[in-house]
C-alpha cells in the first residue's frame, strides 16, 4: 500500500482548516434537510468493472491487470435541483475486493490540464464526464481518476474508466457497465467513503484526506441509516 504523503506542511494545514469548516457547513445542511448534505437525489443500480488493464504500468495491480468487480453504482445531483437544471453530479461506485469495501466518488469535472480539477455542472447523467478531482497516491506519484461515457450498452449508458498523472494524457484501464438505465432505476442510501474505504492500492494523498474527512464525519451524524 503506497504511503500517503506528509501532510505537516502550510498545504496540509490549509487542507484541514477548510475541512473542518466544509464539515461544519455541512452538518447544518444535513441538520436542516434531515438527510444528506449534498447529493440527496440519485438513481441506484448494479453494474460491472471489467479492467482490461492499462497500456503504462502505474505500480497498482487494480489498474494495472485485467479483472472484474460487480458494483453497486449511485448517480446523484449534488444540491438535489430538478432534473433538467444544470447541477453537479455525482458518480459513486463501490465493490468488493480483497474481503473489504472499496469506495470510489466521482462528480462531474473538465478534462483537460486545468479543467481536470474544477466542477462544472451538466444536466445529463449518462453524458457526463466525471473525474476524482482530488488526487490518490501511487507507486509513480499523484493521478487523477475519471469515467468518460462511451455510448449505451443493453440499454443502459457505459463509462471508459480512465487514469492520468496530475497533468498527463487519460489512459483508459476500464469499462463500467451499468445493469439498467440510471434514471429509470430507484434511491437508496449508500454511505461511501473513499477516506475509509480506499481503492487497492490507490490511497487518498494527505489533502484529498484532510479535504473530505471532516465533512463526512460531520453529514453522518444527521444521515438515516444506510439500506443494506
Known amino acids: 500500500m503506497p504511503q500517503r504523503p506528509d501532510t505537516g506542511t502550510a498545504t496540509g494545514t490549509a487542507a484541514g482548516l477548510a475541512g473542518g469548516a466544509l464539515g461544519l457547513l455541512l452538518g447544518g445542511v444535513a441538520a436542516v434537510r434531515r438527510g444528506k448534505p449534498l447529493h440527496p437525489r440519485g438513481h441506484v443500480v448494479r453494474g460491472t468493472v471489467v479492467r482490461t488493464g492499462c497500456p503504462e504500468r502505474w505500480g497498482v495491480p487494480w489498474l494495472d491487470e485485467p479483472g472484474r468487480d460487480d458494483a453497486v453504482v449511485r448517480f446523484s445531483h449534488a444540491l438535489g435541483l ?46 457526463a464526464t466525471y473525474g476524482s478531482l482530488l488526487p490518490y497516491a501511487s507507486p509513480r506519484g499523484p493521478v487523477l481518476l475519471a469515467a468518460v461515457p462511451t ?6 449508458p457505459a463509462f471508459g474508466l ?14 463500467l457497465r451499468l445493469d439498467q438505465d440510471p434514471v429509470a432505476a430507484g434511491d437508496a442510501h449508500l454511505d461511501l467513503d473513499p477516506v475509509e474505504n480506499p481503492l487497492p492500492g490507490l490511497a487518498p494523498t494527505g489533502i484529498h484526506a484532510r479535504l ?11 444521515r438515516p441509516e444506510p439500506v443494506p
Do not use: C, I, K
Not at 93 to 100: A, E, M, Q
Not at 162 to 175: C, K, T
Open 151 to 156: 455510448g449505451w450498452l443493453d440499454g443502459a
Open 162 to 175: 480512465e487514469v492520468a498523472a496530475a497533468r498527463g494524457p487519460w489512459q483508459r484501464f476500464g469499462l
Open 212 to 222: 473530505r474527512s471532516p465533512a463526512y464525519r460531520a453529514a453522518r451524524l444527521v
Open 82 to 127: 430538478p432534473a433538467g437544471w444544470p447541477d453537479v453530479l455525482g458518480l459513486a461506485l463501490r465493490f468488493d475486493g480483497l474481503g473489504r469495501d472499496h469506495d470510489l466518488l466521482l462528480a462531474t469535472t473538465g478534462a483537460g490540464p486545468l479543467s481536470r480539477f474544477a466542477l462544472v455542472p451538466r444536466v445529463d447523467l449518462a453524458t
